[in-house]
């Protein structure tokens, strides 16, 4: 694996799907580490998280500021500030902010994705609202995302 130089400012315009509170910001594209990983950072709005969903890339979140409700396998548990929460390819997860002001993190997804094109075309499936979920996973083929429910609700709670 190589990585070549890049300097992220961080001044482009979000990638926004406001269906589901999503500010996307692609931080290190797939090209840069050869298709070995892409980093993405992501604002998420009070109350808000993608739907249930898995596909075959690993992903790696760093919470870096507030405070979300995660779910894998069926599991729910909290991440803070400062944790890592790794989520191995193939696994059903999602995740909500359960705060009432916008929360950050940074996600390592490996192998690496065309974020880019992903969110752009997630954000126009999405331009009307939540679609259903067969609308959504005749997006997702593409991708190989299969989408599995609807996002998580921060009224859930953890389960452990």
């Not at 992220?8 to 594209?29: N, T, W």
């Not at 998420?44 to 779910?71: D, T």
């Not at 002001?101 to 075309?121: C, K, M, N, W």
């Amino acid at each position: 694996m190589s990585v070549t130089f890049l300097h992220s400012h961080g001044a482009e315009p979000p990638i926004a799907i406001p269906a589901i509170g999503l500010d996307l910001f692609v931080r290190l594209p797939p090209a840069a580490s050869g298709g070995a990983f892409s980093i993405v950072e992501t604002i998420n709005a009070p109350g808000k998280g993608p739907p249930r969903h898995r596909h075959p890339e690993a992903e790696i979140f760093r919470v870096l500021e507030g405070r979300y409700l995660y779910e894998m396998d069926g599991r729910r548990f909290y991440a803070e500030v400062g944790d890592v929460v790794s989520i191995p390819g193939g696994v059903e997860h999602g995740f909500v902010n359960v705060t009432d002001a916008p929360a950050r993190q940074y996600i390592v997804i490996a192998p690496a994705l065309d974020a880019v094109a992903f969110f752009t075309e997630l954000a126009a499936t999405m331009r009307d609202g939540l679609p259903d979920t067969a609308a959504l996973n005749a997006f997702g083929e593409k991708w190989q995302v299969e989408f599995l429910g609807p996002p998580l609700r921060a009224d859930e709670g953890a389960t452990g």
